[in-house]
């Protein structure tokens, strides 16, 4: 597949961390998918939590297979996920690179268990390299809320630097972009 990022074939080869497999889904990850979409921590920032009984229904055998999407793996399980989504401008507002606004958005969820080890940003650090030698010189975007203060240490952990907050959603959102494009903004 080489829509989602231009010449980029998906998926890549699995990366590899210290701790960490980060890898295409598979269907033995389908319940750490409902756990994860089900989950009310989770869910705090990210408009809550969906129903279980609607997520077995919805949810496919093989959830989350397409490009952008890794699996965080520890140990062979699943305890997150990584996406790499691109973006087009919609409409009129903030929380856009340029005015084309044709930018990719990282985005990431884990298991609560699995939150304060320092997963999130050994994940994202290495997608981050990954998308780096793929896309020499193309930006990231990461936007969240200012009240998540866990995802805030870490865009800033990552090196994303803040372009503009603005209110959506009832919420104060930040807005920011890795690496600096700030002389081109």
């Known amino acids: 597949m080489t829509d989602f990022l231009?010449?980029?074939a998906w998926p890549p080869a699995p990366l590899r961390t210290e701790r960490l497999v980060l890898r295409e889904s598979e269907a033995e990850d389908r319940a750490a998918f409902l756990e994860l979409f089900a989950s009310p921590e989770v869910g705090t920032y990210i408009g809550g939590s969906r129903p279980r009984d609607e997520l077995e229904r919805a949810v496919p055998e093989v959830p989350g297979r397409r490009p952008g999407l890794f699996?965080?793996?520890l140990a062979g399980a699943m305890i997150g996920m990584i996406t790499l989504d691109r973006r087009?401008?919609?409409?009129?507002?903030?929380?856009h690179v340029?005015?084309?606004?044709?930018?990719?958005?990282?985005?990431?969820?884990?298991?609560p268990r699995a939150w304060g080890c320092g997963?999130?940003?050994e994940a994202c650090a290495a997608v981050l390299d990954w998308f780096a030698d793929a896309l020499?010189?193309?930006?990231?975007?990461?936007?969240?809320?200012t009240a998540n203060?866990?995802?805030?240490?870490?865009?800033a952990k990552l090196g994303f630097s803040e372009l503009e907050r603005f209110e959506e959603y009832g919420a104060e959102q930040w807005f920011g972009v890795w690496p600096s494009v700030?002389?081109?903004v």
């Open 71 to 73: 699996v965080v793996d």
């Open 136 to 145: 020499p010189g193309e930006p990231v975007v990461l936007t969240t809320q």
């Open 149 to 155: 203060d866990r995802a805030m240490r870490l865009a």
């Open 182 to 184: 700030e002389s081109s």
């Open 88 to 95: 087009r401008r919609e409409r009129e507002g903030p929380g």
């Open 119 to 121: 997963y999130a940003a």
């Open 6 to 8: 231009g010449p980029v």
């Open 98 to 111: 340029s005015p084309e606004a044709g930018e990719t958005e990282l985005g990431y969820l884990f298991l």
